[in-house]
């Protein structure tokens, strides 16, 4: 069984900076595409960035040029750096395996998740 528990959220200034953990319960990255995505009260969930097995990665453009995740595989683990945060990122961030992805336009579609974390919670002030 997958297990994926994520940390590192909290609150923060907008203009600061969070970097956010998952760490799987075994080694998965080789067989699964790895993503964050978020959901914010009252709003579509958003996949905001994804990482192949090869350390390919994409981004959703609202996350563009802010966000970079990255994966360590001996540690299982994953990130999502989070810098110049905005008031408009506050949002349960969930790392999930990720399949199916297409991007169009910036954003993310008809993407597949198998397994994801119980989420951790990013509040940016304004």
């Known amino acids: 069984q997958v297990q994926l528990v994520e940390s590192g959220g909290g609150l923060v200034q907008a203009g600061g900076s969070l970097r956010l953990s998952c760490a799987a319960s075994v080694s998965i990255f080789s067989m699964y595409a790895m993503g964050w995505y978020r959901q914010a009260p009252g709003e579509q969930r958003e996949l905001v960035a994804s990482?192949?097995?090869?350390?390919?990665?994409k981004y959703a453009d609202s996350a563009k040029g802010r966000f970079t995740i990255s994966s360590d595989n001996a540690k299982n683990t994953v990130y999502l750096q989070m810098n110049s945060l905005k008031a408009e990122d506050t949002a349960v961030y969930y790392c999930a395996t990720v399949s199916g992805t297409r991007w169009c336009r910036g954003r993310a579609q008809q993407e597949r998740y198998s397994y994801w974390g119980q989420g951790t919670q990013v509040t940016v002030s304004s």
């Open positions: 990482i192949t097995s090869g350390n390919s990665t």
